[in-house]
């Protein structure tokens, strides 16, 4: 039996330090461009190959707070796909559900960073995905996924319903687009996305951030909860309304601090915290996960995790 079992894509992910660059923004608020020199050659601070995708995290970073996690995914019979076998396996991740896909590669991304903000260029490969036969567990995570991911879902409801087991959604890009994820989102435990991907979701731009949440559990989630950049995150469990500020720490790179705060969300409710102390979690493990490079180096431990929580006790949201 497992404590979680993540599901989603995963990369070979190439860092990029950029230096020589600008970014022009527009009137329109957050519709800013990467600005490069055309058809030059730009030196760069410096270049880090390491696994992305959003579930690959949540893997290694339950694991890493005490969780017995595994992991389905399909990586490429290819270098780059024996590189994420074995940094799973590395990091104690169960990876008895991966799938190698013999015919074509592994999905690889560049990820562009300028003054500690990011812009990911994505080739993902078309997968056929098709869903394991699962061993119980108490939660699984789903997260992003190519095009074809709707495949899956008959069976993952299925297995939910079957076992009792808890999701945490945080859906991609493809599956927000998608008109096939309400029934997902109505069997969460626990739904994230962002200030931006809720906007996208509901094509709704002119909604302040408690509409957007309110909207979000009408759909059914028990827990929703909203993450704003280094504006704080947010949290409505049906009864009340909760905003945490960020806890202060220096900013390098910000791949996958969403995916670090959701990941330690739902180890402080597995470990039977409360919405208040799991927002607590989450935002500690951001916080580290922001002052390196990648989205893994900085996933906390449980012991250190809850060393800066007992010595900061009065780290906690406040009703909103």
Not at 87 to 100: N, Q
Not at 173 to 185: F, W
Not at 227 to 244: A, L, M, R, V
Request: proline fraction near 3%.
């Amino acid at each position: 039996m497992f404590d979680i079992i993540a599901i989603g894509d995963t990369s070979r992910d190439l860092f990029v330090g950029l230096k020589e660059a600008h970014v022009s923004c527009s009137i329109i608020p957050n519709k800013c461009q990467l600005m490069l020199n055309y058809a030059d050659k730009i030196p760069v601070t410096y270049v880090k190959k390491l696994i992305g995708g959003n579930s690959s995290n949540n893997a290694i970073g339950s694991r890493r707070l005490g969780m017995k996690s595994a992991y389905y995914t399909t990586i490429g019979n290819d270098d780059i796909g024996r590189e994420i076998f074995n940094e799973l396996k590395k990091e104690k991740v169960s990876t008895r559900y991966i799938a190698k896909d013999k015919k074509q590669e592994s999905n690889f991304s560049t990820i562009l960073n300028y003054k500690a903000e990011r812009t990911i260029l994505i080739y993902h490969i078309h997968r056929k995905y098709k869903l394991p036969q699962l061993d119980k567990s108490k939660w699984v995570y789903l997260s992003s996924m190519g095009k074809s991911c709707e495949s899956i879902y008959k069976d993952l409801i299925r297995y939910l319903k079957k076992y009792n087991a808890k999701l945490a959604f945080n859906p991609g890009t493809h599956q927000i687009r998608s008109k096939r994820i309400s029934k997902l989102i109505s069997m969460s435990e626990t739904f994230f996305l962002n200030k931006e991907e809720y906007q996208t979701l509901f094509n709704d731009y002119k909604s302040n951030i408690k509409q957007l949440m309110i909207k979000a559990k009408k759909l059914g989630p028990k827990i929703v909860v909203l993450t704003d950049g280094p504006k704080g995150s947010y949290c409505y469990d049906g009864y009340n309304f909760y905003f945490q500020k960020i806890y202060p720490a220096p900013i390098v790179e910000r791949t996958g601090v969403g995916d670090s705060y959701s990941t330690a969300f739902v180890a402080a409710l597995f470990y039977g915290k409360d919405v208040k102390e799991a927002m607590a979690w989450g935002t500690i493990n951001a916080a580290s996960v922001v002052q390196f490079i990648g989205p893994h180096q900085g996933l906390m431990h449980y012991s250190a995790l809850q060393k800066i929580v007992k010595r900061h006790p009065r780290f906690h949201p406040v009703k909103y």
